[in-house]
């Protein structure tokens, strides 16, 4: 049974080694080298203060994550997140980062987010075909952006509505502020528990 939590600071270890090999050997990360335990704890805990960070696990086993941040530092973009999701690579294609994905969308459209922005390397197909399939639209692809792994490769940007965009909108709250009873029913029903 796959279950869906919170991610907490003792998961560190766990999630940079789903992590590792992303940025070791693809380039689907544009890091260059594997963030220290102590660096990747910092994330978590700077992302959580907010954002939702979630992660999957099943048999005490975590499967994958995913999560949000700001999408950028000036206050206009408030309304806007990035989002990011590593999945086990032998948990791929079982429907672990789909169940993360909905759970995170309806945490963010809780909190009053609007517009949630997905950042993916070129050529990824199979990103492409998951983020797509989780209705995000494309919106544009900035090429030779980034040198990894002996080739210059580029990056698109990809755009998920969460919400209406409306007049003067209320400030997004911290996921920690929501009811706990919409942030159980997130995790649960559409998360899923199967």
């Given at each position: 049974m796959i279950t869906l939590r919170f991610a907490r600071p003792e998961d560190a270890d766990a999630l940079l080694e789903i992590y590792r090999p992303y940025v070791e050997e693809t380039?689907?990360?544009f890091e260059t080298s594997v963030p220290s335990r102590e660096e990747f704890l910092r994330r978590i805990t700077e992302i959580s203060a907010f954002y939702p960070y979630l992660l999957a696990e099943s048999d005490g086993q975590i499967l994958g994550y995913a999560y949000a941040h700001e999408?950028?530092?000036?206050?206009?973009?408030?309304?806007?997140?990035?989002?990011?999701?590593?999945?086990?690579?032998?948990?791929?294609?079982?429907?672990?980062?789909?169940?993360?994905?909905?759970?995170?969308f309806e945490l963010l459209r809780a909190q009053g987010i609007r517009t949630a922005c997905a950042i993916i390397t070129c050529p990824n197909d199979p990103s492409f075909a998951f983020h797509h399939s989780m209705g995000f639209r494309d919106s544009g692809i900035l090429p030779n952006f980034g040198y990894k792994l002996g080739a210059w490769r580029g990056i698109a940007y990809l755009y998920l509505p969460l919400l209406p965009c409306q007049e003067a909108p209320e400030m997004p709250c911290p996921v920690h502020m929501l009811d706990p009873e919409c942030r159980a029913r997130a995790l649960e029903s559409l998360g899923g528990n199967s």
């Open positions: 380039a689907i990360s999408f950028g530092e000036r206050g206009a973009f408030r309304w806007t997140v990035e989002t990011s999701i590593y999945v086990r690579r032998d948990c791929r294609g079982a429907g672990v980062g789909a169940r993360l994905y909905r759970a995170l």
